[in-house]
């Protein structure tokens, strides 16, 4: 990169801190030539993989395409990609590697201007070294908004310890097919879920500084036979009412700056080049004004992949104008738009809306100041400090988070917990299958150990993850535990099956470990890229369920999965089950402390477990034609288990449900109130959820639909009095003209520990005129918890 002679502080009047923003970023913008406004639309990424080693698609492809840095940057950068997460240095490395780049590039500039800095963080900084928190799913079990928003905010202190701006997450998307590979990064299937608490990370994130990014913004998780980058064929009403209540939650009430882009076409429409979306809906209607970035070469895939663009300058005009802002992970399609500018065919006020959000953002973060004293890098991080991406407080937020999160689906015969249960004290546990002694498989996909590290085996995890084998020793004593690990998680080999039915034939009970280990693009069962065809457990693991409960002792199915696998098969048999949704580095702790009772579980399903792998993909959230139908169709959807569920080692009752006013107008709202007495010997703690049904519509409605939750530890004896507060705008819905319309008439109202089960039920009359809400309508329930 050539260098250039510095200019004086008044050569660069948009430094001046005093200025107003706008002012200074007109100063700025006036100031640049096309080429260099070009340029703070692109970015830049230094790494190189082959093709069974990439963490985004068609990486190899596209990356050999890349020039080196001096040339990509010589007119300057909009966004730096990955400098942290792409090789694994410890972090006072990765973070004073940053603050050269930045230095390279905004030393040997004419204007003087860093990069925003971007890295994943969908379960922790991405970053070696760093704490791997549980995945979103698991967020979605805990039910607690709280500890989500501990999590990003600090994960989003310890990004801009490293002098990271930006965070590509939180991921938005509801799940409509569980074989998605994805559904691991996803907080669940209801969109109400999906919403609050992923507001709470972005409310964590920015809080620190950090610039959120809303993912993947829509549809994505809807695809054609739940395959990664499939054709969306998704309908007006599914989008604005399941899809796209979670983005606008967190753009009206999280304040997230960022929205990055789905990879899908909804009915044949890119959402990269659909202006109805990035520019119609976004900013016009819900009044975003950050940026728009590209999921990795989406722009590109204009061309490539969807076939709405004739070549890279095409597609950058295309999604330029539709309102995308920011090309990433390298400048490919927006590097070409300068000839199109000159000959007419782009207008040049395309490329300044964008430059001019991309401004003000780096404004905000402090990018467009003067340089410090000691020659530091605006925006950037103190680099003489130590860095600790894995400090005893971070550890802390994520066994509390992962020991919430765990679900125990079923107990029949009181086994659990171990030594306290109806089978008393064990004094032989044999633990078999696949997960016991991986620790990989408590980690997500974008977790920096199973994302990066795998190129690195000499490297190890990176941070302490006791495998769920170690944690049950720690936590079980002087119980003897064996192990065998019994097949795979992939693969057919059997050949482990008779060694693991023999130790569970000479124990008192047999905790069996099954389910996914994360990976990319086919590298894993489950994550970016791991669709898979059924809901069957994956490998032979099916085999080896079999082979054991046939055994006679008490087996304990333990699912650590990323996805719901089809347990039907087994529920009648084993003597317990749990689910856990990639828990993270302190996940076993988690599990164990729930196996032996020092845990009790509060976990609930943001996800239901289906009973069969086959018969169509379900959700909890669909009218009665989607639910069993006798004398219709000989398929029967009901789940294994409901959303929603989650048992206790203590127990709830649910009293005195009243419903006021019994009468309010469609603008109003209304209050639900119900006791909730803990009616165990132990202290619990109960989720307890609001469901909200119209059984008269002018369009099919959900049989139900969650529109409260909230979590209510209880002492033993002890009662609390819930009380939800239910703006009639919840009652909303898409109608046959596609405007959003709230009706009077009788709204359903229905209380409990889940979404199927013994539950109270009332419900209420909205009175007054058709209404229809527009953009400020309410968009939650708020709940208060006092003494009964």
Not at 504 to 524: E, P, W
Not at 696 to 715: F, H, I, M, N, S
């Amino acid at each position: 990169m050539t260098s250039t002679t510095s200019p004086r502080p008044d050569d660069r009047p948009w430094q001046d801190a005093t200025l107003p923003v706008d002012e200074r970023v007109t100063l700025l913008l006036d100031a640049m030539t096309l080429e260099e406004k070009l340029a703070q639309l692109g970015s830049y990424w230094f790494d190189r993989r082959g093709a069974g080693e990439v963490v985004a698609p068609m990486q190899d492809t596209f990356g050999a395409r890349r020039p080196d840095f001096p040339t990509a940057a010589r007119h300057g950068l909009g966004h730096l990609t990955r400098v942290l997460g792409t090789d694994p240095v410890p972090a006072d490395e990765g973070r004073a590697k940053l603050a050269r780049t930045q230095r390279e590039l905004a030393g040997h500039h004419r204007l003087g201007l860093p990069a925003i800095a971007h890295e994943e963080c969908l379960t922790g900084v991405t970053s070696y070294g760093a704490t791997v928190y549980p995945t979103p799913l698991a967020w979605g079990a805990s039910f607690d908004p709280g500890l989500v928003h501990a999590v990003g905010s600090a994960i989003g202190r310890d990004l801009r310890r490293l002098g990271v701006h930006q965070g590509l997450g939180p991921v938005l998307d509801v799940v409509r097919d569980h074989r998605w590979g994805r559904v691991e990064e996803t907080i669940g299937e209801d969109p109400y879920t999906v919403a609050t608490l992923a507001t709470q990370y972005v409310r964590g994130m920015e809080e620190q500084g950090v610039v959120a990014t809303l993912k993947h913004f829509v549809g994505y998780s809807a695809s054609r036979g739940g395959r990664n980058h499939a054709p969306v064929p998704v309908g007006p009403r599914e989008l604005a009412d399941v899809l796209l209540p979670p983005f606008e939650m967190a753009v009206r009430e999280g304040g997230a700056r960022s929205v990055m882009n789905s990879y899908a076409d909804l009915d044949g429409e890119p959402v990269a080049a659909s202006p109805s979306l990035l520019t119609g809906l976004l900013r016009d209607t819900w009044g975003f004004e950050g940026t728009v970035v590209s999921d990795y070469w989406a722009v590109a895939f204009l061309v490539t992949a969807h076939g709405v663009a004739a070549d890279a300058a095409d597609a950058g005009a295309r999604s330029l104008r539709a309102g995308m802002d920011v090309e990433l992970p390298n400048t490919m399609c927006f590097g070409e738009l300068a000839p199109l500018v000159r000959d007419g065919r782009l207008d040049e006020a395309s490329v300044d809306r964008a430059v001019r959000r991309v401004l003000r953002q780096k404004a905000e973060l402090g990018l467009l100041d003067a340089p410090a004293a000691d020659g530091g890098v605006p925006g950037g991080a103190p680099d003489d400090e130590p860095v600790d991406l894995d400090p005893p407080a971070n550890r802390d937020l994520a066994r509390r988070l992962a020991e919430e999160s765990v679900v125990l689906l079923a107990n029949p015969r009181g086994v659990l917990p171990l030594g306290t249960g109806a089978a008393g004290a064990p004094r032989r546990v044999a633990v078999v299958g696949p997960s016991a002694d991986d620790p990989g498989v408590l980690l997500g996909c974008y977790s920096y150990p199973i994302h990066v590290l795998p190129r690195h085996p000499e490297l190890g995890m990176g941070v302490e993850v006791p495998s769920l084998l170690d944690a049950l020793r720690a936590e079980l004593g002087d119980v003897e535990v064996v192990h065998e690990r019994g097949c795979d998680v992939v693969g057919d080999d059997l050949g482990g099956v008779d060694a693991a039915v023999r130790a569970a034939r000479d124990a008192d009970v047999c905790v069996l470990t099954v389910g996914d280990r994360a990976g990319m693009f086919g590298r894993g069962t489950s994550g970016e890229g791991c669709d898979a065809a059924d809901l069957r457990l994956p490998g032979v693991q099916h085999e080896l369920v079999e082979a054991v409960l046939a055994t006679g002792t008490p087996v304990v199915l333990v699912v650590v999965s990323g996805r719901p696998y089809a347990l039907g098969a087994y529920t009648g048999r084993a003597a317990a089950v749990v689910q856990a949704f990639m828990p993270g580095e302190e996940g076993a702790g988690a599990v164990a402390g729930v196996l032996s009772g020092r845990v009790t579980p509060s976990g609930k399903l943001p996800v239901q477990v289906p009973r069969d792998p086959g018969g169509g993909p379900q959700t909890y959230l669909g009218p009665a034609l989607a639910r069993r139908l006798d004398k219709i169709s000989n398929l029967d959807p009901t789940p294994a288990f409901p959303f929603g569920h989650g048992l206790s080692y203590t127990s709830f009752r649910y009293d005195d449900l009243a419903v006021t006013p019994g009468e309010v107008r469609t603008d109003g709202a209304f209050e639900v109130a119900v006791t909730v007495t803990c009616t165990g010997d132990r202290a619990g703690t109960e989720v307890v959820q609001l469901y909200l049904s119209d059984p008269v519509a002018d369009v099919a409605r959900p049989v139900k639909q969650l529109a409260g939750y909230v979590r209510v530890p209880l002492e033993a004896g002890q009662a609390r009095r819930v009380t939800f507060t239910v703006p009639a705008d919840l009652t909303a819905y898409t109608g046959v003209d596609l405007v959003r319309v709230v009706d009077p008439g009788t709204i359903g109202v229905q209380v409990g520990g889940s979404s199927e089960g013994d539950v109270l039920r009332g419900e209420v009359e909205l009175t007054g005129p058709r209404r229809h809400p527009g953009a400020e309508r309410a968009l939650r329930s708020t709940t208060t918890v006092t003494p009964a």
